[in-house]
């Protein structure tokens, strides 16, 4: 099993499963899908489209995420409100229920398996998160970055902005992140175009 592959096949079994009991959806780009601040939890299925996803308390852009996506799967177990603000990044549809309606469905379907596999590989992408950027120093946590960037489609990384990416997703000061930036590109280690990502051709460990 690839780790890093999202397990499409348990995606799609909870996502019809959920769907028969759900209210759709529709958003625009730049459109709020959840503000973090609703006192009643909730699974979001995120069926087309792209996402960013914020931490309410400081704004930190903890990650991008496409569809199929599934928000909010662990108050399942944990009875929680989502501490987090999602914001379509292109149009985007899905459905969102109530927690405990997500609740009895996995209970009848017997989907546990499938919950428990969605929610695994979550965990080892956050896992692979905070290795990447929890204590290291900028320039590794810039390097981790692009290196992140590079594995996106050439889709998505058309869309996103490598400055602001890197500035809202580790908070390192603009002025740094254009100075790495501007080196790597001037050594020919990264390929960009029009702020966006191209390439990669190989970057050095230190700065």
């Known amino acids: 099993m690839n780790v890093n592959a999202k397990p499409l096949s348990e995606l799609s079994r909870l996502e019809q499963c959920l769907k028969s ?9 730049q459109q709020l899908i959840t503000s973090g601040e609703c006192h009643d939890p909730r699974t979001t299925v995120l069926q087309t489209g792209i996402i960013e996803i914020y931490r309410c308390s400081d704004e930190l852009l903890v990650g991008i995420a496409t569809a199929p996506f599934i928000l909010g799967l662990s108050t399942v177990m944990i009875n929680h409100s989502l501490e987090y603000r999602v914001v379509a990044k292109t149009s985007c549809t899905g459905f969102y229920l109530p927690t405990e309606t997500t609740r009895q469905l996995i209970q009848q ?8 596999g969605w929610l695994s590989w979550i965990n080892y992408i956050l896992e692979k998160r905070d290795m990447q950027l929890v204590g290291n120093n900028s320039y590794h946590q810039i390097r981790a970055m692009l290196l992140n960037m590079a594995e996106w489609d050439e889709t998505l990384r058309s869309k996103i902005g490598v400055m602001n990416h890197i500035q809202q997703s580790t908070r390192i000061s603009r002025s740094v992140v254009a100075e790495v930036l501007a080196a790597l590109r001037q050594g020919n280690y990264i390929n ?13 460990t230190e700065y």
Do not use: D, Q, Y
């Open 192 to 204: 960009m175009s029009r702020g966006k990502l191209v390439s990669i051709n190989r970057l050095p």
């Open 21 to 29: 009991a759900s209210t759709p959806f529709k958003c625009a780009p």
């Open 109 to 116: 379907n017997a989907l546990w398996k499938e919950a428990f």
